[in-house]
């Protein structure tokens, strides 16, 4: 699965590219090899970044599904007790 940007995300990323370079680096950075760069990066790191954050994913859902057992949970077969409960605060 390839990782791709709406046109208006990766105009923004080509830009913010062109502009790293240009303040950060000797020379400055053209707007065709600036996504270059960025296809690049989206097709080698992207997928280590994706899957990492699956795995994020993957681990809080489990977490939230173990808790469910204790907010859902419903104590079984509670008539009788509560029938007991009821009579002895009749008497």
Not at 43 to 70: F, H, S
Request: with cysteine; charged share 30%.
């Amino acid at each position: 699965m390839s990782i791709q940007l709406s046109k208006e995300a990766r105009a923004e990323a080509v830009t913010s590219i062109e502009r790293y370079f240009a303040e950060n680096m000797d020379e400055r950075i053209g707007n065709i090899a600036a996504g270059a760069l960025l296809g690049f990066f989206l097709e080698e790191i992207g997928p280590c970044i994706y899957n990492q954050a699956v795995t994020d994913v993957q681990e809080k859902l489990q977490v939230r599904i173990a808790e469910l057992d204790l907010e859902a949970h419903e104590d079984e077969f509670q008539y009788w007790p509560r029938q007991a409960k009821a009579a002895k605060g009749r008497r």
